[in-house]
């Protein structure tokens, strides 16, 4: 795969209140992404990265193709069934198998699905323009209900990201395609969401994401990644970096120190910031990649609309740990039964 590889060494001061963390996490796993043109537009890509802070410390597989649906921009999982939420371009969500590629549609009219969000009782995907109408869909049982229109409250009545937090507050943007647009609070209630605007003008509130290690929402926008602390309180936009010639869609995080932002350049952005808690200082690596072109969104890897988690069977080493646990417990004559998993 032709790639092309930027190294960014960050060194700058951390401007804001940072998780305490302590080393740089390994991690890999799978990225599901979407392309906003050109056909073969729902894929999926395998990275790794080892931990380090050379320019091979982080890399990609060659992407894979699950389906091409009539439109695809923002990108969901339903934690319901594991299935791809596909914001379509125009008037429609498409739920996609990702095992087959088969997909189904419902209405989100009058608003047009680019952006979507999963509500965190995973009954509901938002819908939204970039920016745009809201409209709020079913999800989790039979798709294809209509979705519901939602009246945004608040300066032009229109949005462009739902950030939901567990903090008792959530977060909104309002841009075009290019970010410097407004951030701040919604509150949804009924078939209401109200604005409450907290900062303008501000070049990553594009796409964004609450990451539950710090405690912090990153935003994707313009040629930025911003990290706004204070979530549940007074929200502070505490650091951000410059990524020259990229352009800023949706992004992610894994909740354990590690960032995932699209740029519609085609590049994927990868940042370990786990040993400082911060996206800036000494510490903090970041490496780009060129993925696909007309790259678009990325779908959540924590969240409401990240995938279910996957079950997983004992290793035999730990069933005889266990095992052994019990036979300790009754020889000692404990009250409490130790049971091994079952595999």
């Not at 409250?153 to 507050?169: E, S």
């Not at 903090?284 to 779908?299: K, M, N």
């Not at 995938?307 to 009250?335: M, N, R």
Request: hydrophobic share 40%; net charge negative; charged share 10%.
């Amino acid at each position: 795969m032709n790639r092309t590889r930027l190294l960014w060494v960050l060194s700058a001061l951390v401007l804001g209140p940072a998780a305490e963390c302590s080393a740089s996490i390994a991690t890999s796993g799978t990225l599901y992404f979407t392309r906003y043109a050109g056909g073969l537009n729902v894929n999926k890509v395998a990275f790794s990265y080892d931990g380090g802070s050379l320019a091979s410390s982080f890399g990609l597989a060659a992407p894979v193709n699950i389906t091409t649906t009539p439109g695809a921009d923002g990108i969901q999982f339903d934690p319901n069934n594991g299935h791809l939420l596909i914001g379509g371009q125009g008037p429609a969500v498409y739920r996609v198998n990702p095992s087959t590629g088969s997909f189904t549609s419902a209405s989100t009219s009058p608003a047009v699905a680019f952006h979507l969000e999963v509500d965190p009782t995973a009954s509901f995907v938002y819908a939204s323009g970039i920016p745009g109408l809201l409209s709020r869909v079913p999800i989790g049982g039979a798709f294809g209900t209509a979705g519901t229109p939602i009246t945004v409250a608040g300066p032009g009545g229109v949005i462009t990201t739902i950030i939901f937090t567990p903090t008792g507050k959530n977060y909104y943007t309002m841009s075009g395609s290019g970010g410097f647009g407004d951030f701040g609070e919604v509150s949804i209630s009924g078939t209401t969401a109200t604005l409450t605007p907290l900062f303008s003008s501000v070049p990553a509130a594009h796409g964004g994401e609450y990451d539950p290690l710090t405690g912090s929402i990153f935003l994707f926008g313009s040629n930025m990644v911003t990290q706004v602390t204070g979530i549940g309180g007074t929200a502070t936009l505490a650091a951000s970096v410059t990524f020259p010639g990229m352009a800023f869609d949706q992004g992610t995080v894994d909740g354990a120190g590690h960032l995932f932002a699209a740029s519609n350049t085609g590049h994927l952005l990868f940042m370990d910031y786990s040993a400082t808690g911060s996206i800036v200082g000494a510490g903090t690596y970041a490496d780009i990649e060129f993925l696909t072109s007309f790259l678009d969104d990325i779908a959540p890897l924590v969240g409401p609309g990240a995938p279910p988690p996957t079950p997983t069977i004992p290793e035999p080493a730990t069933l005889a740990v266990w095992s052994l646990l019990g036979l300790i417990a009754s020889a000692y004559g404990a009250k409490a039964r130790w049971r091994a998993p079952i595999a």
